[in-house]
């Protein structure tokens, strides 16, 4: 059994173009059942002078809460292949709060708005520092002055709840074969680089024992990845997306070679200083002015100054 590699932008975004593979995915992502989802719309950076790959997807779902009741919620998702800068996720996050679709119109007259509630999803394709889990749930809680925990729920106080977010950080090179424990963990298996074939990355052998442990639901995910493999174009896309991380990794050994000559000149500059510095001091200790001292060394004797004030 083989299945188009979801680690590929191309791809993934693919997968999530199917509204039910979505509403799946975000559900046991969420853990919380997803009654409708809506792709809102997508943007994709690729900068070949930058050390990232983001693909940002926006939905607009509606989930049930434990009440029965519904919500609508917007979700966005970041995914980056390689190490971002966490100022970019920070200004993305930063317009979503300000955008007017994540909004709840209430009332036209009088105008009557709500902020919908954001939750964000970092699909990351590198390991952050720190975290050890896979799947790593950040939600917002109260306290009181004393650190103890208060029991007033979020979500039930508008003022927090439109001022704050939640966060799902999922690191895909540590989704592994023995940490199947839950609903979800099952689910990601179709993201584990484990299975990736070792003549194509494009491609991830998944065997029967995966397959097998996909609810009826889930299995709609695997069937539009096993769809997607079959994509001429996702094909021609991936294959894009291999060359563009290969320019990507060549501009980072020259910006660290560019580095490393930049460090080897400021420790050469710094060692001269330091003889100069030397120098100066013993002719100093000679009885000499600094005036002499800045004629021997041909500098100036503000130069001289800045070498020993």
């Given at each position: 059994m083989s299945i188009a590699n979801p680690i590929y932008d191309s791809v993934f975004k693919y997968m999530m173009e199917d509204q039910r593979a979505s509403r799946i995915l975000l559900s046991n992502l969420l853990q919380?059942?997803?009654?409708?989802?809506?792709?809102?719309?997508n943007e994709y950076i690729k900068k070949v002078?930058?050390?990232?790959?983001?693909l940002r997807l926006d939905f607009s779902a509606r989930i049930r809460q434990a009440d029965g009741?519904?919500?609508v919620v917007t979700i966005e998702i970041q995914k980056a292949l390689l190490p971002t800068e966490i100022m970019r996720f920070r200004k993305y996050l930063g317009k979503q709060f300000q955008a007017d679709d994540n909004r709840l119109i209430i009332?036209?007259?009088?105008?009557?708005?709500?902020?919908?509630?954001?939750?964000?999803?970092?699909?990351?394709?590198?390991?952050?520092n720190g975290l050890d889990t896979a799947v790593t749930y950040v939600y917002p809680k109260l306290f009181d002055q004393f650190g103890a925990s208060l029991s007033a729920d979020v979500e039930a106080i508008d003022f927090i709840n439109g001022l704050t977010h939640d966060m799902i950080v999922v690191q895909i090179p540590k989704i592994k074969k023995d940490s199947v424990k839950t609903k979800l963990d099952k689910l990601l298996q179709l993201f584990n680089q484990e299975y990736k074939s070792a003549e194509n990355s494009h491609v991830l052998n998944v065997g029967?024992?995966?397959?097998?442990?996909?609810?009826e639901e889930q299995k709609t995910v695997y069937n539009r990845l096993v769809l997607a493999k079959s994509e001429d174009k996702l094909c021609e896309e991936m294959d894009l997306e291999d060359e563009y991380v290969k320019l990507l990794q060549i501009w980072e050994l020259e910006k660290s070679d560019y580095k490393k000559q930049i460090n080897t000149q400021k420790e050469q500059i710094n060692t001269q200083k330091a003889q100069m510095a030397n120098m100066a001091k013993l002719l100093l200790?000679?009885?000499?002015?600094?005036?002499?001292?800045?004629?021997?060394?041909?500098?100036?004797?503000?130069e001289l100054n800045n070498l020993i004030p």
């Open positions: 919380r059942e997803i009654v409708e989802v809506t792709l809102k719309n002078n930058s050390d990232t790959t983001v009741e519904t919500k009332s036209d007259k009088p105008l009557i708005e709500k902020p919908l509630h954001i939750v964000s999803i970092y699909l990351l394709g590198h390991s952050v029967d024992d995966v397959l097998n442990q996909l609810s200790e000679t009885g000499k002015s600094k005036q002499e001292i800045a004629s021997v060394m041909n500098i100036s004797e503000q």
